[in-house]
C-alpha cells in the first residue's frame, strides 16, 4: 500500500535526521542573541533609505545582473533542450546544475575576475542546464499534431517556431518569469563575493550593524519580488535587456593569458606542477580526501538531512494556516505575507542574518534552510489542500481534521515536494559553509583564501557528484514511492 | 506527377493489422474517395499515402493539426513555410506582412473565415477550425490534396462549398468521407474499406448510395 | 502571440554585447575593514593619484583577501594595498612586481589577541596559555594580522589551533572580530592593533566586554606592491613616479588619518621575507 510505503520512508529520514541531530553543533554562542535580534527587528520596521541613489544602483544592478543571466540561460537552455535527447547533452545539464551559482561565481572570480561576464556566467550556465531540462519536459509534453501537416520542405527552424513553440508557448513563460524571480534572488546572493549586487550593500551594512540600513535593502528586495508581474511585462523585457548592459558598464574584456593559466597551471594538483608521479597524486589526493573533502561530506549530509526534516516539519505545520479549511480570510492574508518573505529571501541572507545573531553554529543554517523551503512547501501544499473537497460529514475539530482529513490526502503531495527540494537543501548546504558552518564550502572557501585553485577545482566537482547523487536518490525514492510533480508546477 | 501507388501496404496497431496487402493505383488527375466504417483504415492509408508522397502532397489530417494559440492567419500561412527562407517566416510570425495577409485572405474569404483572419484558432468552433485546416492545405498548391474527413464538422452548404474549393484548386484529391452522397457528387472513384481490405473499388458512375451504404 | 515576437527581439538584443573600457590605473585593497570607511579612503587616494599621474586612476573595491590578490594577479589592478601575507603572495605570483612604499608603523606592526571579560583572563607580558580550550576567532583567512602572525604565536606556544581551540572561527574582518568577542559569539580572538586604537579611539569599543589580553612583538605588514609590466602602457618611469606620489601622501594629513598612518616610506621586497618565512612555516604559503 502506498501510504504505508510513504509513511515508512518518512519515519526512516526522520531518524536519519535526529542521528544527524545528535551530532550536530547546534549551539548559540552570541551572549545576547535575542537583544541582537531585537535590534535587527527594529531595523526592519525603521529602515532607512538615506543614500538613495546608492540602493537605487544597488537594486538596478541586481535586476540587470538577474536579466541577462537568465535570458542568456533561456535561450542556451531552449537551444539544448532541442537536443535534450543526447546522452552528453543531459549529463552536462546535470552537472551545470549540480553547481550552486555561488561556486560557479566564485570559479569565475578567479580567472575571469570581477567582471560583469562573472555574475552573467554564474547565472547564466547553471540556469542554462535548468532550462534545457525543464523546457525539454515542457516540449516534451506539448501537443505535436500540426508538424506533420507542415508542406514538405519547411526549414528546421519555421517548423520549431510555428508547429511547436506556440503551443507550448504559456509554459514557457510561466516557467521562465518564475526563473526570473530565482535569478533576482541568485544576483543578489552573488553581492556576497564581491559584485555589485543588493548582497555587496546588505554584507558591508551587516557588518557597520546598520541594521536600519539592512532594513531598507531587504524591504526593497521584497518590493521588486513582490510587484514582479507589475514591472516585468513582456513589451519591456527589450527595453531592460537594452539598458542592462549599460547599467552593468565597465570593461567586459577577459585576458586570454589568465583563463590558459588557470586551466594549464593553477588548477594542476601542486605536487604535479613539476612533474607526474603516482606518489605524488596519491599523497595529495589522500591529504584533499582525508583533511578537506571527507569532513566537508560528512557536515554537508548532516546539515541536509536535519535541514531537510526540519522543512517538512515546518511546512506541514504552517500549510494549514493559509488553508480554506483551517483559516479565515484575515488570517490567510497575514501567513501568506509571512510566507512569501519566508520564500523571497534567498537562504543564503536567511543564515547569514541568523549567523550574525546567534554566532556559527549549525543551527542558524538549519533555521535559514527550514524557514525559505519550508514557506516554499507550505505555500503549494496549502494551494493544494484549497482545491480539496472536504465531505460534509467532515469532523469539527480542525486538529482531528487534520490528522485524518487533509494531511493523509495531501501526503503523497507534500512527499513530492519535500524530495524534490532534497537536492536544492543540499546545494544550500554546501554553498552556506562559506559563512563559517564546516560544510564543503567551507573548505573550497579557505581554498580560494589560500589560493589553491587545484584544491578549490577538486572540491567544487566533489560538491557536484555529491549533488548529482542526492538527485539520483531523490528520483528513486519518488519512483519507489510513485510521486509526482509537473514541471511547470515545480516548487 | 504520374500517378499515386501503393504496393502490398501493410500497416499494424498494437499487434492488430490495420491494413492488410493493399494495393492501389490512382491515375494523376483523379479524385477519390476513400469510404468505411470508422476502423477501416481509412486514417492510415491516407498516412501511408502522405508518407510515400511528401513532396507533392498536402494533408488534411483528422485532427486537423492546428496550432490553438496563433491566429488563422497563422496557421494558414503555416501552408507557405516552404516556399519562404526562415527569417521571413520568423518575421511573418511576429508580425505578418501585408503581402502574405493578401495571399491568404481569398482563400478564407472563399471557406467564409474573412472576418476571423486574426482570431486565435483556439478560439474558433469546430467547423471554422476544419475550414482553417482546409485553407492551410489549398494555400500549398499541391498536386495532390489528402483529406481525412475534411467536412466531418461543418454544415451542408459548407461541405459544398469546401468540397467544391478543394477540387477547383487540386487536380488529384484522395478523401476519406463518411457522407455518401457527397463522396458520390465529388469525386470520380471509391475505395470502399472493411476491417484493412479494399472491398469496394468503382467508378462514382457505377455506384449507387444504397451500394455503398452497406459497408457502415 | 505578443510575447513570442518580444522574446525573438530580445534574443536579437542579446547579440550585441557592452563596451570595452580604456586605459585606467586601477588599484585595490584588502578589505580589512567596513567597506565605507575603505570606499571613503581609497576614493580620496584615487583622486590623489589621478592628480598627481595625470592617468584615470580607478579605486576597485573587493571582498575577500583573495579577490584583491587575484585582482593583482590578473592584471585587473596595476597597484595594490596588501597586508604582509597577501603581498608576499602576490608577488610570488607576478614575477617583477615590487613593494614600493609602506606606513612608517608598518615596519613594526603588532596583533593583539583580545578576549571577552568573561573568560576571567587578564592581560599578560607572555603568551596568554589560559587561551587553550576556549573559542577563538581569527580575522580574514588570508590576513597577516588577523591570521599568519596569531597562528605562528598559538602553533608556537600551544600547538595547532583546530586542536588547542574549542571552536576556531573566521570573522571576515577586524572590525567583525572585535564585534563578535565583545558580543560573546567568541570567547578570545587577533585582530590588527590598529583597527583596535582606531576603534577605541571613536569609542566604539565596550571595554567592559572586551579588553587586549596580549600584544605579539613587531612584525611588518601593510605596504603598497606595484606590477612590474607598466612602462609600455603608462611611459617610462611610471613606477617610480607612483612609488613617490604614494610617499607623498604624507603631506595629505586628512588621507593619512583615515590610513591610521603618520606617513609613508619607501619599502622594498625583501622587507617582508620574515612574513614569506613564517608562511611557509605554516603551510599557509606552499611554494
Partial sequence: MPRSASLRTSLAFVAIGLACLASADLAITTLHPWRELGRFTWGLVTPSFQEGGTLGLALGKTVAFALLGVAAGSVTGMGLALIYHRRLVRVSAAFVRAVHELFWALLFLQFLGLNAITGLLAIALPYAGIFAKVYAEILEEGDRSAEPALPAGTGKISRFFFARIPEVWSHIRTYTVYRVECGLRTSAVLGFVGLPTLGFYLDSAFLQGDYSRVGALLLLFYVLIALI????????????????????GGSLQVSMGNVTRFFTQDIVPLGLRDGFSWEALGSWAGDLLTQQALPGVVSTVVLTQIALVATGALALAAFPLICRHFVGRPEKVVTHIALVVGRSTPEYILAYIFLQLWGPSMLPAIVALALHNGAIIAHLIGRYADALQLGPDTPRNPL?????EVVPR??????????????????????????GIHTLGFYIDSAIQNLRMDHMVALLLITAFLNLGIDAASRIIRAHLRLRTTPTYEP | MTALRLQGATARYNDTAVLKEVSLTIPAGQRVALVGRSGAGKTTLLRLLHEQYRETGALIPQDLGLVPTLSVFHNVYMGRLHVHPTWYNMINLVRPLEREVAEVRPWLERLGLGDKLFAPVGELSGGQRQRTAVARALIQGSELVLGDEPVSAVDLPQAHNILGAINDRTRTVVLAMHDVELALSYTDRVIGLQDGTV?????????SAQELAELY | MHSIRIALLAGVLLLWAGPVAGQTFAFTAIPDQDVTRLQDRFGKVADYLEEELGVAVRYVPVKSYASAVNAFRNDQVQLAWFGGLSGVRARLLVPGSRAIAQGASDRRFRTYFIANTATKIEPTESFPSGLAGLTFAFGSKGSTSGRLMPEHYIRKHLGPPEEVFQRVGFSGNHSQTIDLVATGAYQAGAVNFKVWQTEQAKGAIDTDRVRVIWKTPPYPDYHWTIRGNLEERFGKGFRREVAQALIGLSDHPEIMESFSRERFVPASNKDYQRILEVGRKIGIIER
Fill in chain 1, 229 to 248: 508581474r507589475v514591472w516585468l511585462r513582456p513589451w519591456l523585457v527589450p527595453l531592460y535587456l537594452a539598458l542592462a548592459p549599460l547599467l552593468l
Fill in chain 1, 410 to 435: 495531501v501526503y503523497n503531495q507534500f512527499l513530492a515536494f519535500l524530495f524534490y527540494r532534497w537536492e536544492i537543501i543540499m546545494r544550500e548546504s554546501a554553498i552556506l559553509g562559506i559563512l
Fill in chain 2, 199 to 207: 472491398v469496394v473499388d468503382r467508378t462514382t458512375g457505377s455506384l
Fill in chain 1, 400 to 404: 482531528v481534521r487534520y490528522g485524518y
